[in-house]
C-alpha cells in the first residue's frame, strides 16, 4: 500500500560481493559463511535495501558467473530474482571512474541512481573522491544518505 513503504537505502552491489555471497549461501537453513553472505540473505529476507542494477551490470553478473563456473539454472533465477526485485537504473556511460574501466558500470549506476552505497570487496577501485555513494565492505553499516556533495561529471 502506497505510504506504508519504507525508505530504504539505495546501493549498488559489485560483482564481488554477489560471488562470495552465492558462495558463502550453499543451503537456506545453514547460517552465512561469510559478511557477503549475509548482506545477500539480509537483502533477500528482510528487503534492507534497493538493490540498484543496470543492463551492463547483470550481463556482468552473468558473465563472471558463468565463467566461475555456476550452472546456467542458477545463473537463471538469480538474474531473473535481480530483475524482479532489483530496481532498473538506465545508464549512460560515464567516462574513467574508476582504475579499473570494468567497474565504471557500477559507478555509473551508483551516480545515476543516486544511490547512498557501493559494496565491493575491492575499494580500491572505486575512487570514493569522484562518487556521492559511499565505498564500503560487506559487513560494514549500510549508509542511509549518499554523502553530501556535487554528483560526478565528466571533465
Known sequence: MPGQKRKRPRGVVDTSVLVAGIAGLKSPEIAPKNPSANLLRNWIEGDTFVWLVSDEILLEYKRVLGRLGVRRPLIG???????????????????????????????????????????????????????????????????????????????
Request: charged share 20%; net charge negative.
Open 77 to 155: 533465477k538469480i538474474v531473473n530474482l535481480l530483475r524482479e526485485e532489483a530496481e532498473l537504473v538506465p545508464v549512460a556511460a560515464l567516462p574513467n571512474i574508476s582504475p579499473d574501466p570494468g567497474d565504471d558500470p557500477f559507478c555509473a549506476c551508483a551516480e545515476t541512481g543516486l544511490a547512498a552505497f557501493i559494496v565491493t570487496l575491492n575499494p580500491k577501485d572505486f575512487p570514493q573522491s569522484l562518487l556521492s555513494a559511499q565505498v564500503i565492505r560487506p559487513g560494514e553499516s549500510i549508509p542511509t544518505t549518499a554523502r553530501l556533495r556535487p554528483r560526478y561529471t565528466s571533465r
